[in-house]
């Protein structure tokens, strides 16, 4: 009887020892971070640290590593906010070298904390120009935009003879109560980034008045994007009750590409007067010890390979001005043509004052 | 006093004894021998309510308490290794049986100092049961159940452990504090010797069944 | 409250020498993993200014009165809901009993996210964000700690004792309140200090059903670290986290120092006799399987349903270790992943909290802070812990940012209570008689050691291990903060996948859950059938 126990326990513990010891080989070989020379030869091989929605294209990375002979390893984890938060706290030592996916409602966060090496890409030229604004010292890269709009459920108001709501105005009008679910401002970046269309378009004292009369009329807050598109919202997967979304301009061309089976219209529609500009940056993290080839790896992020990858695989709009968009984009989606934008230090000086102010106003 | 009237017991479909029979009058001592297995524990359970009936009734004096679950029939029980609750000290343990029968608490005090005494434990109230040699243990368990003043009170193997002296002594405090009360007791165990020494009749449990 | 048994502590253990160099693993442990990286954060980001300026916030004290409330109506309900489940698997024994309590056991282990999903999809729209879906996930979660708590007491409490007060006039009832309810106290205590301390953190709970309108003070502080960069905030939240709790948990601790199990492990579960007592026995039984189940199936539904009806589709897609179409990793590979950790977890919570739990045990009062020490993990805000983490070791050969050995550090913490309170009450329970009687027999300290408790303490002590694989399988909080998608785990795939619109991708992400549940069910399978006695959490 006690044998066996014995018998057990060693097994367990050669077995996990084996486990642990393969493992850490494995684990060396293909995580590297910027502090540690890579040890075999010349080859480098950087670390791109990204938030868990950066899914690029598998193999997009060949041809930067065939062209430069640098390896890129791809470490995704949590969210934006997780992302700015670990890389303020390790400024100066990061966890890698390059960052992908800081937006305007992070940014000035992380170059409060100085986490960036500035560099001005050598393909800076091509960048659309309306999202280089507010990068004055070339901290950070632009990289893709996207817009969070109201959706609307396209047969919701066929069926029921209504226009769908187009202005934030239109939002509390009581034709529209109880129809629009968004996600918390607090918990999701879209949901902030809509927070702060409100903010542009009634002004740093009206907005608190708005959402006063969102609530009388019925706003459902959840806590993230998924919930409310996927859960809530009549026009999509979930079939909730809800006919009214805060979600994505590029929203209604990925119903149409994951429909299952395929249709040929969107289930959903924008209200363009709603839209909210997102810029996705890209930066070289101060500390590296690649600071060329991070260089490099920037510059191949907004080169035409990458930027024609990014619709399809994350659903944002590419910022060279070269890059092609998909013909779903064109045919299902919309491009706002004058989005409401605020500047990120005005965003990171009142933000957290602003959502304790939305907090006591809409949650309590 | 006691009726017992045909009674089987059975565990699964093993039967321990069936039409087993007795009579105890007022105020009788009887000690149950046999050997090992031969169900004197399990016949005492039975009596107490705790062991389920194949067949058969059980009176306690004309009332039938053959349905009556064990804490409405009236009868205690001396435990082998003497249960006592071991979260109570020993006044505690003495009361039980007051306190459920609300008892003021006054004459309660009364009472358990009362029976500590009679049973040779005066002062030892406070004390915890861990504080206790196996002797003065199983006088509590005496006391505990006399205080209850239970119309029949089973002994089961009350002495078992004590042995010498201690064991000499106690039998003979058991003995005369029965007949003092004048408690009806059923006694079970192996030594013929102390049943002799404590009881008016001894029978064989094999001799009850027909 | 007097001891039914003189204390183990107040006889002193032969082994009292050896028990402070037990001691210096684990405290080295939990100083380098804990202490330091909390010392790190607070030193960095507090001020006593930020501390004023919180403590007359009204949100803060919303936040504060809200994680108190509801942890003790969590625990509250939940003592009276695993209450006869409880009694069933303490007093009875019954085929398919160790099924059962292996059922209730999976959620304990079962990630936050899962559970959570689960949930949303079994309780009506109307209880989404709503408290009353908290408190049934709460008590969904720890039914298993008073059934393993509790049943362990009760279990050793002999039935002759109830006999014995019903000769003196006790009703069921009666007896109930005046022994049982008091020899069960202690359990109960200890049972209700773990479910308040693991509901008044609770976070992904709270997150995924309690709707952005409610937040304990982990939420609170992962709001304010991570989403409004107040770092200050977010340390002197923790910070008062800490207090608080490690006042909870020093009460706890003082209140079940005294009181060990029984010395002689005895079990005394019956089978079942009279009709009324099968159907109680198999009524509760059958209902909790049915209640504990419900939610393990929706997942399992869940895998297969997509918007054109059922379909294998994503299990197909898993086991093909098809690319899910939104990222670039195989599924399955999770699966592995999560298996080196949890073996690896096993391994480092194992030697450790047999380290603690010895030094405990055999020490005297020099070792006695260690008890407190281990416990640590519990009231410590995970958030600020893993941040603590990532700005400690983030130099040299320090530098453990992205070494693979990282998770299994941070599961082992989340582990190390569960381990300790496992071995802990065994290694008390060991009879000195025992040992006196080998030692009469010529053996030396150590030989003693070898032949008395080492063969009590190793089935403990694989127990433990089991327990501590299971946690690692379902751990999410600390893994959420520290893994990268290269080790990603179970839990964060899933999470990651629930994450993304889309049928096919929600099905897989319930094809994992699946698994996990499988997984989990299979290792606390093999907890109980090692041991017959049952084992605390």
């Known amino acids: 009887m006690r044998k066996t126990h014995i018998q057990i326990l060693s097994l367990g513990i050669v077995g996990a020892l084996l486990v642990m010891s393969g493992c850490a080989i494995d684990a060396s070989s293909t995580e590297t971070t910027a502090g540690s020379d890579t ?147 607090l918990s999701s970046s879209p949901g902030l980034a809509f927070f702060l269309a409100t903010v542009v378009e009634f002004g740093e004292s009206g907005w608190q008045e708005y959402w006063q009369q969102l609530r009388d009329n019925g706003v459902l807050v959840v806590d993230g994007w998924t919930e409310a598109y996927s859960v809530e919202f009549s026009g999509s997967s979930g079939k909730g009750d809800r006919p009214l979304v805060v979600s994505y301009s590029s929203s209604p061309p990925a119903e149409v590409l994951f429909a299952n089976p395929p249709i040929t219209e969107a289930p959903t529609g924008v209200a363009s007067l709603t839209c909210f500009r997102q810029v996705e940056y890209v930066g070289v993290l101060r500390g590296t010890k690649h600071e060329a080839e991070a260089e490099m790896l920037v510059d191949y992020l907004i080169d035409l390979t990458f930027q024609n990858d990014l619709p399809l695989t994350q659903f944002v709009y590419p910022v060279n001005i070269n890059a092609t968009l998909p013909e779903a984009f064109t045919k299902y989606s919309l491009r706002p043509e004058n989005p409401l934008t605020l500047e990120p230090n005005v965003i990171a000086e009142h933000r957290t004052a602003w959502l304790d102010e939305w907090t006591q106003i809409v949650l309590r | 006093m006691l009726t017992v009237d045909d009674v089987a017991v059975e565990f699964g479909s093993k039967r321990i004894f069936d039409h087993l029979s007795m009579k105890l009058g007022s105020g009788e001592l009887v000690s149950l021998v046999g050997p090992s297995g031969s169900g004197k524990t399990t016949l005492l359970r039975a009596i107490a309510g705790l062991q389920p009936l194949a ?5 306690v004096g004309e009332r039938n308490v053959t349905d009556l679950p064990t804490y409405r029939r009236g009868i205690g029980m001396v435990f082998q290794d003497n249960q006592l609750f071991s979260h109570l000290s020993v006044f505690e343990n003495v009361a039980y049986s007051l306190r459920i029968k609300h008892i003021p608490r006054e004459i309660r005090e009364q009472l358990v100092a009362d029976m500590l005494k009679v049973v040779g434990l005066a002062g030892f109230d406070k004390r915890t049961t861990m504080q206790l040699s196996g002797g003065e243990a199983k006088r509590v368990a005496v006391a505990r159940s006399l205080v209850a003043e239970p119309s029949v009170l089973l002994l089961d193997e009350p002495l078992s452990g004590l042995d010498g002296e201690l064991h000499a002594r106690l039998l003979l405090d058991l003995s005369v504090l029965l007949r003092q009360r004048g408690t009806t007791v059923v006694h079970v165990t192996h030594d013929l010797e102390e049943a002799r020494e404590l009881s008016d009749r001894i029978v064989d449990i094999r001799l009850l069944s027909q | 409250m007097s001891n039914p048994l003189p204390s183990p502590i107040t006889v002193r253990s032969p082994y009292r020498a050896a028990a402070p160099a037990l001691a210096i693993l684990p405290t080295l442990a939990i100083a380098l993993f804990v202490l330091w990286p909390l010392v790190n954060i607070f030193s960095r980001a507090l001020s006593w200014s930020v501390i004023a300026r919180l403590a007359f916030n009204p949100t803060i004290r919303q936040v504060l009165w809200f994680s108190t409330w509801q942890a003790l109506a969590s625990t509250t309900i939940t003592l009276v809901v695993a209450f006869p489940a409880t009694y069933v698997l303490a007093r009875f024994r019954f085929p398919g009993k160790r099924m059962l309590l292996a059922l209730v056991t999976i959620p304990f282990v079962l990630p936050t996210v899962v559970v959570g999903a689960a949930f949303l999809a079994l309780l009506p729209n109307s209880l989404h964000r709503s408290i009353v879906a908290i408190l049934i996930a709460h008590t969904y979660f720890n039914i298993a700690v008073v059934v393993r708590i509790v049943g362990r007491r009760w279990e050793q409490v002999s039935p002759l004792i109830n006999d014995a007060a019903s000769t003196l006039g006790g009703s069921p009832l009666r007896i109930f309140r005046t022994l049982t309810l008091p020899t069960l106290s202690t359990a109960i205590r200890s049972a209700s200090a773990v479910i308040f301390l693991l509901c008044f953190t609770s976070y992904g709970i709270i997150r995924v059903l309690g709707g952005p309108a409610r937040a304990t003070l982990e939420v609170e502080i992962y709001s304010r670290a991570v989403q409004l960069g107040d770092f200050a905030g977010a340390a002197a939240l923790s910070l008062f986290q800490l207090v608080v709790l490690g006042l909870a948990m020093w009460w706890w601790i003082r209140s079940t120092r005294g ?73 399955l590979a999770a699966f592995w992943t999560s298996l080196q950790y949890a073996i690896a977890t096993a391994v480092i919570a194992g030697v450790i909290g047999l380290a603690a739990a010895a030094a405990i045990a055999y020490g005297d009062r020099s070792t006695r802070p260690v008890e407190g020490l281990v416990m640590l993990p519990l009231a410590t805000s995970a958030v600020t812990l893993g941040l603590g983490l990532l700005i400690t070791f983030d130099s040299g050969i320090t530098d453990l940012r992205a070494r693979w050995i990282m998770v299994p550090i941070a599961h082992s913490l989340v582990a190390l209570p569960v381990v300790v309170r496992t071995m802990l009450p065994v290694i008390r ?33 694989v127990t433990s291990l089991a327990f501590a694989g299971a946690i690692s399988l379902g751990e999410f909080g600390a893994s959420s903060f520290l893994t990268r998608r290269n080790s990603a785990t179970l839990p964060t795939e899933i999470a990651r996948l629930l994450g993304r619109p889309g049928d096919l991708v929600q099905a897989q992400a319930y094809v994992l859950a699946s698994l996990l549940i499988v997984f989990i069910a299979v290792s606390l399978l093999a907890v109980d059938g090692l041991r017959p006695d049952r084992v605390a959490v």
């Open chain 3, 259 to 331: 009181s060990h199990d029984l010395a002689r492990i005895q079990m005394h579960a019956a089978v079942p006799q009279t009709l009324r007592q099968r159907i109680v026995v198999y009524g509760i039984s059958a209902t909790t399987a049915i209640v504990v189940a419900a939610p393990l199936a929706t997942v399992f539904i869940r895998s297969i349903s997509t918007s054109t009806g059922v379909s294998l589709d994503a299990w197909r897609l898993v086991f093909g270790n098809h690319v899910t179409g939104l990222g670039t990793r195989p599924p």
């Open chain 1, 39 to 185: 040890t075999e030869g010349e080859a480098v091989t950087l670390t791109l640290l990204a938030h868990e929605s950066f899914t690029p294209s598998p193999g997009i990375f060949d041809e930067f590593t065939a062209a430069t002979g640098v390896n890129v390893s791809v470490v995704p984890s949590g969210d934006a906010g997780e992302l700015v938060t670990k890389a303020v706290l390790t400024a100066g030592n990061p966890e890698g070298d390059v960052l992908w996916g800081v937006d305007n409602t992070l940014l000035s966060r992380a170059l409060e904390a100085n986490v960036f090496k500035p560099y001005k890409s050598k393909n800076f030229d091509l960048i659309d120009p309306t999202s280089t604004a507010g990068i004055p010292g070339n901290e950070v890269t632009p990289v893709d935009t996207g817009d969070v709009c109201i959706n609307y459920d396209i047969a919701f108001y066929a069926n029921q003879n209504l226009t769908p709501p187009l202005t934030l105005r239109a939002l509390t009008s009581s034709t529209y109560k109880d129809q629009l679910v968004v996600p918390s401002p």
């Open chain 3, 429 to 461: 329970s060991i009879p000195q008689s025992v040992r006196d009687a080998s030692a009469t027999l010529g053996a030396s300290k150590w030989q003693m050691w070898l032949t008395i408790d080492r063969s009590l303490i190793a089935r403990a002590w």
């Open chain 2, 55 to 59: 067949s058969g009734q059980i009176y």
